[in-house]
């Protein structure tokens, strides 16, 4: 899982039309959760699955990442979400240890929080990330 979590990461600080929306640029992605005080917007990534299947002579493994951005303002979530999308309908590249099989957008990703009297906007989407074992 950390090949992919690098490959993510390094496709989604590649690309210029995301990083140019977020406050740190490409400082302003972050894997899991973004650093305390991290300025907004921002991006955050995680892998939330990862299903492997065996076949003779090799395995193919789904990750499921959730990919968002996050702001105070909603319309700069949703631009940030829509960069996101661009983004990842380009092929992520090299995932060490395997091939890339397949990349997907399965679902949007949409909501609101409140803490501390602070509203943040999360917009993205759910991606399923197929990759195979090269050994096969």
Request: proline share 2%; with cysteine; charged share 20%.
């Amino acid at each position: 899982m950390i090949a992919l979590k690098t490959a993510l990461y390094t496709h989604l600080t590649g690309g210029t039309a995301l990083t140019a929306l977020l406050a740190d640029g490409t400082a302003g992605v972050y894997y899991g959760m973004a650093d305390q005080g991290a300025t907004l917007p921002y991006v955050t990534f995680r892998i939330s699955s990862d299903t492997t299947v065996v076949e003779h002579p090799g395995e193919t493994r789904t990750f499921i990442a959730d990919i968002k951005g996050i702001d105070g303002d909603p319309h700069t979530a949703d631009q940030i979400g829509d960069a996101i999308d661009a983004r990842m309908k380009t092929d992520i590249g090299a995932v060490s240890g395997f091939g890339l099989f397949r990349q997907e957008r399965d679902t949007g990703i949409e909501y609101q929080e409140v803490e501390a009297q602070n509203t943040y906007w999360h917009d993205g989407g759910r991606f399923s990330i197929t990759v195979c074992d090269r050994t096969a």
